[in-house]
């Protein structure tokens, strides 16, 4: 039996006795679910957790997620733990997110990983469109398979798209059979983790601004680089990305969650304060 489940995450910003106040409400079909909206910082800024509850999904199932955040509203989005792309008979898992931003909304999209279990045939699709004075921070993790206990990536598929349309565009579909990518010091050179980390703006990024996310992502990359390898690029004036191999997912989660701090603080004036659920 095949899944079907949608989520709408709707951020709304107003002010409450001279405060900011960001505030979310959100309707579902199907195993998707938000849980309480949390604020560790303050009213501004809503800290919500994503929850699936079969967790995970096969062949068929698809996840359709939505999320609008409204002119001068903060959320930041994450998850209790991986999402699973199990083996399939044939038939596509599919998750697609849609992220829309207006004018001077922030947003941060930071899900745990996704593992890409042998036989599967998967897609996970992220989709963003930001108003002119829009900002996001997120991120994207692959593990291909679990090495560390001895099941490793051996059949089936696994798509990943991420997309500022007009603007920026990566996709890729790695196949298990494909030993020249996954082994190659040109490809994935044997490493089973793959990262993405981006800064994404609605219109051009002032260069000194750009040139600080660069630099910020730069100083970090030494103190990690033994465990991973690691690049940082903007690959046009409204994208900063930050580039992650390595053998497993906990190095280059560390390396994300470094980098995403220190543009929190430099980027944003804000602490870097971490979603409640990764303590637990």
């Not at 593990?143 to 920026?168: D, I, V």
């Not at 690049?231 to 191999?245: F, S």
Request: proline fraction near 8%; charged fraction near 15%.
């Amino acid at each position: 039996m095949s899944w079907h489940a949608g989520l709408n995450l709707a951020y709304a910003h107003q002010t409450r006795d001279g405060q900011a106040h960001t505030t979310a409400r959100f309707a579902h079909s199907g195993p998707l679910r938000i849980l309480q909206s949390l604020y560790p910082e303050g009213l501004g800024i809503c800290h919500n957790v994503l929850v699936h509850p079969p967790g995970g999904l096969v062949g068929g199932d698809t996840l359709d997620i939505d999320v609008s955040v409204a002119p001068g509203a903060h959320g930041l989005i994450t998850t209790p733990g991986a999402t699973r792309f199990y083996r399939s008979e044939g038939a596509l898992a599919l998750q697609r997110s849609h992220l829309r931003l207006a004018d001077d909304a922030r947003l941060e999209w930071l899900p745990l990983e996704a593992i890409a279990y042998s036989g599967c045939v998967a897609e996970n699709r992220l989709t963003m469109e930001l108003a002119p004075t829009a900002q996001l921070m997120g991120w994207d993790l692959t593990a291909l398979g679990l090495p560390s206990a001895q099941a490793p990536f051996e059949r089936g598929s696994y798509l990943t798209h991420l997309e500022l349309p007009g603007q920026w565009l990566e996709r890729g579909r790695i196949d298990a059979g494909d030993t020249r990518l996954l082994q190659s010091p040109l490809g994935l050179s044997g490493h089973r983790c793959l990262a993405t980390l981006f800064w994404v703006c609605g219109s051009e990024i002032a260069r000194p601004q750009r040139e600080l996310a660069l630099e910020l992502a730069r100083a970090l990359l030494p103190a990690h680089s033994p465990a991973l390898a690691a690049g940082v690029t903007a690959p046009n004036p409204q994208v900063v990305v930050v580039r992650v191999l390595a053998p497993l997912v906990e190095p280059a989660m560390q390396l994300l969650k470094a980098v995403r701090n220190a543009w929190r603080t430099g980027l944003w004036g804000l602490p870097a304060t971490q979603p409640r659920v990764w303590g637990t």
